[in-house]
Antibody, heavy 118, light 108 residues
């Protein structure tokens, strides 16, 4: 079964850091681009970052310089390092597989919740 | 960055109704447009890719059309299990992946 399982979320103070992890199984992880998408409570989907099969990272302006995406193919794992966190970063963070054939995020994890509050 | 504008932002319809959601891109994206469904409390699910192709296992009452800047998502006969929020997403210009703001669908 193709599966993505996120972990590492929690409550953190403004300015703090967290490292999110995503464990992949059921597919050849190294051959897929991977993405992080977040969703604040009651809000829409916001793309947070992506990493290509060769390790090239991509970020929107809202998180560039604060978030770092990485992957470890030997462990079938995706990571997102979140630094200098702000209240506006509070959201569910989803890990998602990108299907280049469809141009779509075709497999999603259940998400991990990040709460930034003092 | 490309902006994706969905309308309406919410709608209420009856079981059996035909439901239509539109998505407009700020630039020509050819047919590089996908549609997702997110049921309450659940993870988003891919329904349609390349504007009109049904993802495997998705019921045939769902369909999509369009090209360029204007796209349409249709449910031919609304079912109770279709409640949730629907998002369009473009992938013509990457990065970033861009989502529409979502359309919340309720049953009357």
């Amino acid at each position: 079964e193709v599966q993505l399982v996120e972990s590492g979320g929690g409550l953190v103070q403004p300015g703090g850091s967290l490292r999110l992890s995503c464990a992949a199984s059921g597919f050849t992880f190294s051959t897929y681009d991977m993405h992080w998408v977040r969703q604040a409570t009651g809000k829409g989907l916001e793309w947070v970052s992506a990493i290509g099969t060769s390790g090239d990272p991509y970020y929107p302006g809202s998180v560039k310089g604060r978030f770092t995406i990485s992957r470890e193919n030997a462990k079938n794992s995706l990571y997102l390092q979140l630094n200098s966190l702000r209240a506006g970063d509070t959201a569910i963070y989803y890990c998602a597989r990108y299907s280049s054939r469809r141009g779509a995020l075709d497999v999603w994890g259940k998400g991990t919740t990040v709460t930034v509050s003092s | 960055d490309i902006q994706m504008t969905q309308s309406p932002s919410s709608l209420s319809a009856s079981v059996g109704d035909r439901v239509t959601i539109t998505c407009q891109a700020s630039q020509d994206i050819n047919n590089y447009l996908n549609w997702y469904q997110q049921k309450p409390g659940k993870t988003p699910k891919l329904l349609i890719y390349d504007a009109s192709n049904l993802e495997t296992g998705v019921p045939s009452r769902f369909s999509g059309s369009g090209s360029g800047t204007d796209f349409t998502f249709t449910i031919s006969s609304l079912q109770p299990e279709d409640i949730g929020t629907y998002y369009c997403q473009q992938y013509h210009y990457l990065p970033p992946i861009t989502f529409g703001q979502g359309t919340r669908l309720e049953i009357q």
